[in-house]
C-alpha cells in the first residue's frame, strides 16, 4: 500500500499567476492522494488569493516582505512553524531545495528535470510525481481548476450580467495586456479584433484595458477570485477569452472558458492553455486553440525559454520592431478561431505548422 503523509508543503515561489496554476492539479492530487493530510502552500500573492479558499489546501503562506531573500526567509518560517514529512517545490533558487531536504523530509526538488519539448508543463509536474510514487494513474489527465468562493462567483455573474445580460451571440473577453512587452500581441490588432467581433454581433469586454483609450468596454477590477468568477459567468453565456501566454488567460481556463491562446516567443506545446478549459470535450470546437506565431522561429527554446535572446528585452533577432511571431498572428486567423471556439465557427482546426488558418491552430 503506497504511503500517505499527514504534512505536505508545496512551494511555488516563480512569481506568476499563471505558475501557480498549471501546478493546481498537482496540489490537488496530493490532496487527494492524501486524504486529512494538511496541505500548505507557499506562493507569492496575489495568486494567493486563488488558493486560500481551496478546500484542498489547510493554509496559504507569503513571504513577509519584497526584498532580497524574501523567498528562502519563507521557507525558513514555513519549516519552522510545522516540519513537513512530504515538501515539493517547483522553487530551485536561494538554495531552496537543500532547506528543504535538510529537513530529512521526502522531497521531490526538480520538478523541471528532462523535460520533453512536446509535453505541456503542468502535464510534467504530474508524471514526475506520478513516477515518483506520490500520485495515482487517475491523475494524470487532471487540468487546472480554480475553486470559486460563492460571492466570488455571485460578484462576477453581477458584473457580466450588467455589461452584457443574455447576449443573443456568445461575449468575447480580450486580454490585450502581458507581463512581459516580449508576449505582447501588436495593439492595432487588437482594435482591428475588437471591431470585428462587435461588428459581428459578440458583446466584446476586456481585461488590462487602457483606461484612457480601451479597444472595449473593461471588466470591473478586483481580486483574482472575482475575476475567475466573471470568467465563469461569460463561460456560461457561451463565452470566449483571447489573450497571450499570461496569468489571467489560464485563470480564465481554469475557471472553464475555451480559451484562444495567442504564442509568440514561448511554446504552445510546452505552454498551451487549450487543453485546460472545463468547456473543452475532445474534438469540440469549444475546446479552445492555442495559436503559435512563426512556428518555425530558429530562435526559440521550449525548454529553456529565459535563454532566448528575445525573451528579457524583446528584442527581436528577426524584426527590430517587435517580436517577428506575435506579428505573425493575423487578425483573420484570431477571429476564425475565435468564432470557433464559441461554437459560432466551422472551420476544422488541426495541429501543424504549415501556411494558413489550418496550419496555425494547436486545439485540444
Given amino acids: 500500500m503506497a504511503r500517505t503523509y499527514g504534512e505536505i508543503l508545496v512551494v511555488d515561489l516563480l512569481g506568476g499567476i499563471g505558475d501557480l496554476l498549471m501546478l493546481l492539479p498537482a496540489v490537488h492530487g496530493l490532496a487527494r492522494r492524501n486524504p486529512g493530510a494538511r496541505l500548505r502552500v507557499l506562493t507569492h500573492e496575489p495568486g494567493a488569493e486563488l488558493v486560500r479558499a481551496d478546500p484542498a489546501v489547510t493554509r496559504v503562506r507569503t513571504p513577509r516582505h519584497g526584498r532580497a531573500g524574501a523567498e528562502r526567509e519563507a521557507v525558513l518560517d514555513a519549516l519552522a512553524a510545522a516540519p513537513p514529512d512530504l515538501a515539493v517545490t517547483t522553487t530551485r533558487y536561494d538554495g531552496i531545495p537543500d532547506l528543504l531536504e535538510a529537513t530529512g523530509a521526502r522531497c521531490v526538488t526538480d520538478l523541471w528535470r528532462r ?27 487532471a487540468r487546472p481548476r480554480v475553486h470559486l468562493p460563492a460571492a466570488a462567483r455571485a460578484a462576477g455573474e453581477r458584473a457580466v450580467a450588467r455589461l452584457v445580460g443574455e447576449p443573443p451571440a456568445p461575449p468575447v473577453v480580450l486580454v ?34 487602457d483606461p484612457v483609450d480601451p479597444v472595449a468596454v473593461p471588466l470591473p477590477r478586483g481580486d ?21 501566454d499570461t496569468g489571467p488567460v489560464r485563470l480564465a481556463a481554469a475557471a472553464g472558458v475555451p480559451t484562444v491562446g ?86 476544422t482546426a488541426r495541429d501543424g505548422r504549415g501556411a494558413g488558418l489550418a496550419g496555425r491552430w494547436r486545439v485540444s
Avoid: N
Fill in 115 to 141: 523535460p520533453p519539448p512536446d509535453q505541456p508543463v503542468g502535464e510534467r509536474y504530474l508524471a514526475i510525481l506520478h513516477a515518483e510514487g506520490l500520485l495515482d494513474g487517475v491523475d494524470l489527465t
Fill in 176 to 209: 490585450t495586456d502581458a507581463g512581459m512587452a516580449v508576449k505582447r500581441w501588436p495593439a492595432g490588432r487588437w482594435r482591428e479584433l475588437a471591431d470585428a467581433l462587435t461588428g459581428l454581433g459578440h458583446p466584446v469586454l476586456a481585461v488590462g484595458a
Fill in 224 to 244: 483574482l477570485p472575482t475575476l475567475a468568477g466573471q470568467f465563469a459567468a461569460v463561460a456560461r453565456r457561451g463565452g470566449v477569452v483571447v489573450g497571450p
Fill in 262 to 347: 495567442l504564442f509568440g516567443p514561448t511554446d504552445a506545446r510546452r505552454y498551451g492553455m487549450a487543453r485546460a478549459s472545463g468547456a473543452a470535450v475532445a474534438g469540440s470546437p469549444a475546446a479552445g486553440v492555442d495559436l503559435q506565431g512563426l512556428a518555425d522561429c530558429p530562435h526559440r527554446l521550449p525548454t529553456a525559454i529565459t535563454e532566448q535572446p528575445c525573451w528579457w528585452q524583446a528584442c527581436c533577432p528577426l524584426d527590430p520592431s517587435g517580436p517577428a511571431c506575435l506579428a505573425d498572428l493575423r487578425v483573420a486567423d484570431v477571429l476564425a478561431a475565435t468564432r470557433a471556439a464559441a461554437g459560432r465557427g466551422t472551420a
